[in-house]
């Protein structure tokens, strides 16, 4: 299985992303996805996840409406959609999936990683 995250770049606050993290050899549709970001000098963090077979999405409160998480099963790829960025949303963003099809806020309970893709967002 591999987890190829793009789309990340530098961007001003206010302004808007979308991550794309395209899977082989793994079904998105049928399993649990989960984005991750990891600010500089800080831990790992959840962003928010997405159940499979149409299961339930669930965000970060940090988040705050501002991005969205989508799945493109005909290119089998996960999207984040981020607006209204903000200079802490400055960070290392993953992708990963699990084997069953179950949402996880907890990053110890994916079984695959991507390799992080860099948002950057300037005030």
């Known amino acids: 299985v591999q987890l190829q995250a793009s789309g990340g770049g530098l961007v001003q606050a206010g302004g808007s992303l979308r991550l794309s993290c395209a899977a082989s050899g793994l079904t998105i549709s049928s399993s649990g996805m989960g984005w991750f970001r990891q600010p500089p000098g800080k831990e790992r963090e959840f962003v928010g996840t997405?159940?499979?077979?149409?299961?339930?999405?669930v965000y970060a409160d940090f988040v705050s409406g501002r991005f969205t998480i989508s799945r493109d099963n005909a290119e089998n790829t996960l999207d984040l959609q981020m607006n209204s960025l903000k200079p802490e949303d400055t960070a290392l963003y993953y992708c990963?999936?699990?084997?069953?099809?179950?949402?996880?806020?907890?990053?110890?309970?994916?079984?695959?990683w991507g390799q992080g893709t860099q948002v950057t967002v300037s005030s």
């Open positions: 990963a999936a699990k084997r069953d099809s179950h949402y996880s806020v907890h990053e110890h309970e994916y079984d695959y």
């Open positions: 997405i159940g499979g077979y149409g299961g339930a999405l």
